[in-house]
């Protein structure tokens, strides 16, 4: 074989070698632009309670136990629903977690500041400071926070029929509630820095109840260290709208669902448009199931999981 034909061959092989490259690296570039990521999905212990009857009867071992089994990545403790605030206690439910392979991703506390009463706007600050400790010996990183309401409504129910609409104290305006909200939460935020646990400001009724309200309290404050919980079902008018104005300072999503119908009112939320509202947001962590229903939890959950998963993910 004279030098020629060497030659001749061993161009054809380096351009044969050149086109399988240059097709791996289209391919493998195609590949990379269309993997999805799918967020986070965990579950509320709410979600097995719902506040129907002992919580007793729905520990937290249960509750991991449950989640684990169903498929969840992670587990969101409801305070109101732990037997203990002890240490031992809370390094437990901790230990039992990572044996489950469930982060322990959010901590659902109640707390009000909108009160004239000094010393009960100063008895809730204290009462979340305690709640961030917490959530620090649980090593969770992100704690739903309330304003709290004004209290006017006969009960719960009441409120939910009004729409979480009530009016202020006798005397008092919504503005006094926004003073009180704001100075309340600035004297939380040291500890929450100390902690390493962000505030997550909730829609949750009362001087929260709407997306402008919350981004108000949040951008007045400006700190890292509060930023925002979305609950897809506590709008009850323009949700997707006020969706869009939380979005960018969100750190959790609270999901709804209403399989079996709704504890106290049922909401159509159009999941995969909220999914693609995220992804516009570049919303990258947990999705935390609060069901919602009448149904049975150990059904209900799995199903709304697997609808979940489905509408939130984000291309890699």
């Keep these: 074989m004279n030098r020629r034909t060497i030659l001749k061959k061993a161009a054809s092989v380096a351009g044969a070698s050149a ?5 791996f690296v289209r391919q493998h570039s195609n590949q990379t632009k269309t993997t999805k990521k799918h967020n986070p999905i965990g579950t509320s212990t709410y979600s097995f309670w719902r506040f129907n009857g002992n919580r007793d009867n729905v520990t937290m071992e249960y509750c991991i136990e449950q989640s ?3 498929g969840f990545d992670g587990i969101e403790l409801l305070l109101v629903q732990m037997n203990s605030e002890e240490n031992a206690y809370l390094q437990k439910l ?8 469930l982060d322990l991703y959010g901590f659902s506390t109640h707390q009000g500041y909108v009160r004239p009463d000094k010393a009960y706007r100063d008895e809730n600050i204290a009462k979340t400071i305690h709640q961030l400790e917490l959530a620090y ?3 969770i990183p992100t ?3 309330n304003t709290g309401r ?3 409504s006969k009960n719960f129910d009441v409120l939910m029929a009004n729409k979480g609409i009530e009016p202020p104290i006798e005397g008092y305006t919504e503005e006094d509630g926004f003073k009180w909200v704001i100075d309340s939460i600035e004297k939380c935020l040291p500890t ?3 902690c390493g646990v962000v505030l997550g400001l909730e829609n949750h009724w009362g001087i929260g109840r709407t997306a402008k309200a919350v981004m ?5 404050i400006n700190s890292p260290w509060l930023q925002v919980t979305l609950d897809t079902g506590n709008f009850l008018e323009d949700q997707y709208q006020q969706y869009e104005l939380m979005a960018p300072k969100t750190v959790l999503v609270q999901a709804k669902t209403y399989y079996g119908g709704g504890k106290w009112y049922e909401l159509d939320i159009d999941y995969a448009r909220v999914g693609e509202l995220m992804r516009q947001h570049d919303y990258k962590g947990y999705i935390s199931l609060e069901y919602e229903g009448k149904g049975d939890a150990l059904v209900e959950c799995p199903k709304s999981l697997e609808m979940l998963r489905s509408h939130f993910w984000r291309e890699v």
């Design 150 to 152: 004004w209290g006017t």
């Design 94 to 101: 901790k230990r039992l977690a990572l044996h489950a392979g």
């Design 216 to 220: 108000r309290i949040v951008e007045e």
């Design 137 to 139: 010996a649980l090593g």
């Design 143 to 145: 704690m739903r926070l």
């Design 68 to 70: 684990a089994r169903m």
């Design 192 to 194: 929450a820095e100390k």
């Design 19 to 23: 086109l399988v490259s240059n097709s």
